[in-house]
């Protein structure tokens, strides 16, 4: 299974982006999905994440309504879309796959694949 996160970049304070990660190999549309996050100089903290058929979500409570994750099963893909962003939120952004839950866990070590990562920035 391979995962590759893409979308992020440069945004000023109050803007938004759209991070993608595409998902190969194994069955995508049997997996949980989540997304992490891991600021310069502290450890990597869950964000969102969703189960196989989008039927349940979490979400962090820092980025909750403004946050939203999504996912495409015919596509393969898993969205997290960010608006109203702020300067702490950022960080570089991993898509992580639970290829044995169908279930969303917020449990880092439940997740069993991940992506590269992509960087997103919020400037002041």
């Known amino acids: 299974v391979q995962l590759q996160a893409s979308g992020g970049g440069l945004v000023q304070a109050g803007g938004s982006l759209r991070l993608s990660c595409a998902v190969s190999?194994?069955?995508?549309?049997?997996?949980?999905m989540g997304w992490f996050r891991q600021a310069p100089g502290k450890e990597r903290e869950f964000v969102a994440a969703?189960?196989?058929?989008?039927?349940?979500?979490y979400y962090a409570d820092s980025v909750k309504g403004r946050f939203t994750i999504s996912r495409d099963n015919a596509k393969n893909t898993v969205y997290l879309q960010m608006n109203s962003l702020k300067p702490e939120d950022t960080a570089v952004y991993y898509c992580?796959?639970?290829?044995?839950?169908?279930?969303?866990?917020?449990?880092?070590?439940?997740?069993?694949?991940w992506g590269q990562g992509t960087l997103v920035t919020v400037s002041s």
């Open positions: 969703i189960s196989w058929n989008g039927g349940s979500i």
């Open positions: 992580a796959a639970d290829t044995y839950g169908v279930a969303p866990t917020t449990l880092e070590y439940e997740y069993d694949y």
């Open positions: 190999g194994g069955t995508f549309s049997s997996y949980a």
